[in-house]
């Protein structure tokens, strides 16, 4: 009914710059909050940024003042723009999103595929 699509993901060297993409589909009345997060090898999956539905935005000391997340309601998407990239940053890259169908009484979370960013020389 619902599925979120990534891309924009890649091999990109340190300090480098990449642009991740999430367009949602299907029957959709509304978005709630929508969100990145990270999973490297061997860690847990954590937040990256977030932002909800009227624009105010959060990010973990790790990535602030480097990531920037945006979305437009026009596409049903969510962006995150990533700058100065670490190699620590590598990590397979998933969005997230709150969204409310047509007929529901309220938000279905939902979760992208997940996109590969590696930062290497």
């Known amino acids: 009914q619902v599925q979120l699509v990534e891309s924009g993901g890649g091999l990109v060297q340190p300090g480098g710059s990449l642009r991740l993409s999430c367009t949602a589909s299907?029957?959709?009345?509304?978005?709630?909050?929508m969100a990145w997060y990270r999973q490297a090898p061997g860690k847990q999956r954590e937040l990256v940024a977030d932002?909800?539905?009227?624009?105010?935005?959060n990010y973990p000391d790790s990535v602030k003042g480097r990531f920037t997340i945006s979305r437009d309601g026009a596409k049903n998407s969510v962006y995150l723009q990533m700058n100065s990239l670490k190699p620590e940053d590598t990590a397979v890259y998933y969005c997230?999103?709150?969204?409310?169908?047509?007929?529901?009484?309220?938000?279905?979370?939902?979760w992208g595929q997940g996109t590969q960013v590696t930062v290497s020389e």
């Open positions: 997230n999103a709150h969204i409310h169908g047509p007929y529901g009484l309220g938000y279905v979370n939902y």
């Open positions: 299907g029957s959709i009345f509304s978005i709630g909050p």
């Open positions: 932002i909800t539905s009227g624009g105010s935005t």
